[in-house]
């Protein structure tokens, strides 16, 4: 799955919208690992080997890791509580024969390119040369305009409550980020098992690090601040070097978000190499449940995900044709229906959120679609986009859903901190109800429903006073921009 910046000429293009960095560090590098490796590569390792999740009942897991192997693959990993593996083999049929065992409910394969080498040998992101230098602490206009400076008069959040990001990596040592920053609870996931070495979640780009900004970055006087900067985060890389994320790698980080407590997760990205996955398709069909079991049991220990819409300008609701996919290897044009789905926003469960501009009017690049949009947060136009952390001790401008999305999940982290007895249910709820609700622009046919839930903005824009129990009767602040650059 790419992160989810704004894109200008496709899905895959990462248009970094300005990224004018104050400060900014020599960016992340990656490093060899030490001689001794989690696990060498199976013995005549060779180019071929394509990765597949492998799904049954939980309480058939082992047979099928069995299965596994007898039938000319490997288990790469394997997440026993939701009955999903994720196998690797050389074997052309190896789907095929695997889907006639008994006890087998899906198999799918997770790539269109060979699993890489660096798979069984990952290398470790180098922690960037941090600046000795930072500017003064500046309130973003996203900030005041979902009220957010006046919600830390009520709560700034609480430390019990604990922040996934589920992303290219986060820069730890960054000044704004190092005091709210968990490194026990961190770790990569990327190709599909936890990697827990020190720094192998740190970042592969500037990503991660700019979504864990917007959600927590410290209120101590240098650079920005969060929306909760009081609560703690966690990286979890899911990212691999091209910043592809894979159906493994999500399964692998929400299964770790919900045994180690994490109260909320963002997800600014899309899972590759599938812009949508259909369930018609057998390898698609795969992605979408194990993904889903894996979020499903998240949320059933305490974890609430929210994710990004996307910035492809597509109604979720219609018929969308895809020209981007597959990610990993050539693309081509293909129409999905509606019942293809964008993983992991358009789950059950999962917060959708779509992208407004400085005022709150929608932004034209957002992904749409009624009965999908749960909220909408800012994001950013290009006239003024978010300024948050970047790697290196810096700061930077983006613009895209991926800055939308962490907005809701700070707000998520706030809700919690008021309230710890919320359930994801709840938070959700309490979500919706704060929200500020946006109509439909009168000259736009596209969006769909009514004042307090469209396809433009859901239940409306998220409003932090209103959610962390403040002034219902306060007014929103006038939001003041200079060529979109933070005063």
Same mark, same amino acid.
């Given at each position: 799955?790419?992160?989810?910046?704004?894109?200008?000429?496709?899905?895959?293009?990462?248009?970094?919208?300005?990224?004018?960095?104050?400060?900014? $560090?020599?960016?992340?590098? /990656?490093?060899?690992?030490?001689?001794?490796?989690?696990?060498?590569?199976?013995?005549?390792?060779?180019?071929?080997?394509?990765?597949?999740?492998?799904?049954?009942?939980?309480?058939? !897991?082992?047979?099928?890791?069995?299965?596994?192997?007898?039938?000319?693959?490997?288990?790469?990993?394997?997440?026993?509580?939701?009955?999903?593996?994720?196998? =690797?083999?050389?074997?052309?049929?190896?789907?095929?024969?695997?889907?006639?065992?008994? *006890?087998?409910?899906?198999?799918?394969?997770?790539?269109?390119?060979?699993?890489?080498?660096?798979?069984?040998?990952?290398?470790?992101?180098?922690?960037?040369?941090?600046?000795?230098?930072?500017?003064?602490?500046? !309130?973003?206009?996203?900030?005041?305009?979902?009220?957010?400076?006046?919600?830390?008069?009520?709560?700034?959040?609480?430390?019990?409550?604990?922040?996934?990001? /589920?992303?290219?990596?986060?820069?730890?040592?960054?000044?704004?980020?190092?005091?709210?920053?968990?490194?026990?609870?961190?770790?990569?996931?990327?190709?599909?098992?936890?990697?827990?070495?020190? $720094?192998?979640?740190?970042?592969?780009?500037? =990503?991660?690090? =700019?979504?864990?900004?917007?959600?927590?970055?410290?209120?101590?006087?240098?650079?920005?601040?969060?929306?909760?900067?009081?609560?703690?985060?966690?990286?979890?890389?899911?990212?691999?070097?091209?910043?592809?994320?894979?159906?493994?790698?999500?399964?692998? $980080?929400?299964?770790?978000?919900?045994?180690?407590?994490?109260?909320?997760?963002?997800?600014?990205?899309?899972?590759?190499?599938?812009?949508?996955?259909?369930?018609?398709?057998?390898?698609?069909?795969?992605?979408?449940?194990? !993904?889903?079991?894996?979020?499903?049991?998240?949320?059933?220990?305490?974890?609430?995900?929210?994710?990004?819409?996307?910035?492809?300008?597509?109604?979720?609701?219609?018929?969308?044709?895809?020209?981007?996919?597959?990610?990993?290897?050539?693309?081509?044009?293909?129409?999905?229906?509606?019942?293809?789905?964008?993983?992991?926003?358009?789950?059950?469960?999962?917060?959708?959120?779509?992208?407004?501009?400085?005022?709150?009017?929608?932004?034209?690049?957002?992904?749409?679609?009624?009965?999908?949009?749960?909220?909408?947060?800012?994001?950013?136009?290009?006239?003024?986009?978010?300024?948050?952390?970047?790697? @290196? @001790?810096?700061?930077?401008?983006?613009?895209?859903?991926?800055?939308?999305?962490?907005?809701?999940?700070?707000?998520?982290?706030?809700?919690?901190?008021?309230?710890?007895?919320?359930?994801?249910?709840?938070?959700?709820?309490?979500?919706?109800?704060?929200?500020?609700?946006?109509?439909?622009?009168?000259?736009?046919?596209?969006?769909?429903?009514?004042? *307090?839930?469209?396809?433009?903005? @859901?239940? @409306?824009?998220?409003?932090?006073?209103?959610?962390?129990?403040?002034?219902?009767?306060?007014?929103?602040?006038?939001?003041?921009?200079?060529? *979109?650059?933070?005063?």
């Amino acid at each position: 799955m790419s992160p989810l910046v704004r894109r200008r000429t496709g899905r895959r293009v990462l248009a970094v919208a300005a990224l004018t960095a104050v400060a900014v $560090g020599v960016p992340a590098v /990656l490093t060899a690992i030490p001689a001794s490796t989690p696990e060498a590569a199976p013995p005549g390792w060779s180019a071929g080997i394509r990765s597949y999740l492998v799904i049954s009942a939980p309480t058939d !897991v082992h047979s099928a890791k069995a299965a596994v192997v007898a039938k000319g693959g490997t288990v790469f990993a394997s997440y026993d509580a939701i009955g999903v593996v994720v196998a =690797h083999s050389t074997a052309g049929d190896f789907a095929t024969t695997l889907r006639g065992v008994p *006890g087998i409910q899906q198999v799918g394969a997770t790539r269109t390119a060979d699993v890489p080498a660096d798979a069984y040998a990952p290398a470790v992101p180098a922690a960037p040369d941090e600046s000795d230098e930072a500017p003064d602490e500046t !309130v973003g206009w996203n900030m005041s305009q979902i009220r957010a400076d006046q919600a830390w008069d009520v709560t700034t959040g609480s430390r019990t409550v604990k922040v996934g990001v /589920l992303d290219t990596g986060v820069d730890d040592l960054h000044q704004d980020l190092a005091p709210n920053f968990d490194a026990a609870d961190s770790v990569s996931c990327a190709y599909g098992r936890t990697d827990t070495r020190a $720094g192998s979640w740190r970042a592969i780009g500037s =990503h991660g690090t =700019h979504v864990a900004g917007i959600i927590a970055a410290a209120r101590n006087g240098v650079g920005v601040v969060g929306v909760a900067p009081g609560v703690e985060i966690a990286s979890v890389r899911t990212a691999e070097p091209g910043s592809l994320t894979y159906a493994e790698n999500a399964v692998c $980080g929400l299964v770790w978000a919900g045994d180690h407590g994490f109260r909320v997760t963002n997800s600014s990205n899309e899972t590759d190499p599938w812009l949508f996955n259909c369930p018609d398709n057998p390898d698609q069909a795969a992605i979408i449940e194990g !993904v889903r079991r894996a979020q499903e049991y998240a949320e059933s220990r305490g974890s609430l995900q929210v994710a990004a819409a996307g910035n492809a300008n597509q109604d979720f609701a219609g018929t969308p044709t895809d020209t981007s996919s597959p990610s990993d290897s050539e693309p081509f044009e293909r129409t999905v229906t509606k019942a293809c789905l964008d993983v992991p926003a358009e789950l059950p469960g999962v917060v959708a959120v779509a992208s407004t501009a400085v005022g709150g009017g929608w932004a034209s690049y957002s992904n749409y679609g009624e009965g999908v949009i749960a909220l909408a947060a800012p994001g950013g136009d290009g006239d003024a986009d978010v300024y948050s952390t970047v790697p @290196g @001790g810096g700061y930077g401008m983006m613009s895209g859903t991926s800055m939308a999305s962490p907005h809701v999940t700070g707000v998520a982290a706030l809700i919690a901190s008021t309230d710890p007895s919320l359930t994801p249910a709840g938070i959700r709820e309490r979500l919706a109800a704060q929200a500020d609700p946006q109509p439909c622009p009168a000259s736009d046919t596209r969006c769909v429903g009514t004042e *307090g839930d469209n396809g433009f903005f @859901g239940k @409306g824009e998220v409003d932090a006073l209103k959610a962390v129990g403040g002034a219902v009767a306060a007014t929103r602040r006038p939001v003041a921009v200079a060529g *979109g650059s933070p005063e």
